[in-house]
């Protein structure tokens, strides 16, 4: 399984110490705004995400990984990046990132995420990865454009969420353009 050190994170599976943490952050309606979950996030949820996650980097095709990000010298649990290997492409990950509001605007997204991404292409032989973003999450644009992803397209109208229409965004990186 994947343990990462960057200057000021590790990133290492999420285990069962983490759930009061993990359903905290992902209770924010700040936070759930952007992501596939609601505020009504339990620990039940946190519980069946957490115990049915997969058991090594890259996760297996089709499937999903959340790594915890923490802070270095704390251990405090600052949130997750997810990867999903894609099951009709070989070699091509889409990842995602959730940091807790108050862990926010300090570059930690965008250190997890980058140590994430230079993972798969450097230590797994990705040759793209992806992200999606509703596209009014400018923070989500700035930081993926920073990691050198480029925006592929626009669907517009084309995600039914949360009880409206959203226009999905799609970035990518091939391991040709690091």
């Known amino acids: 399984m994947i343990a990462l050190r960057t200057e000021r994170l590790i990133l290492a599976p999420l285990g069962a110490d983490d759930r009061d943490d993990f359903v905290a952050y992902r209770r924010d309606p700040d936070v759930a705004r952007w992501q596939s979950w609601t505020p009504e996030y339990s620990a039940t949820d946190a519980d069946a995400l957490l115990g049915g996650q997969p058991t090594r980097f890259p996760p297996p095709a089709g499937e999903w990984l959340q790594i915890g990000v923490r802070d270095a010298t704390s251990g405090a649990l600052l949130g997750d990046v997810a990867v999903h290997t894609l099951a009709d492409q070989p070699d091509t990950y ?39 973003s509703d596209q009014r999450n400018a923070a989500v644009a700035r930081l993926l454009t920073g990691l050198g992803f480029r925006h592929e397209g626009r669907a517009v109208e084309a995600d039914w969420f949360k009880g409206e229409w959203t226009t999905l965004d799609t970035w990518a990186i091939l391991a040709r353009e690091r």
């Open 94 to 132: 889409e990842v995602g990132v959730t940091v807790a509001a108050e862990h926010q605007r300090r570059g930690v997204a965008g250190e997890a995420l980058g140590a994430v991404v230079a993972e798969l292409f450097d230590d797994h032989g990705a040759h793209r990865v992806i992200a999606m």
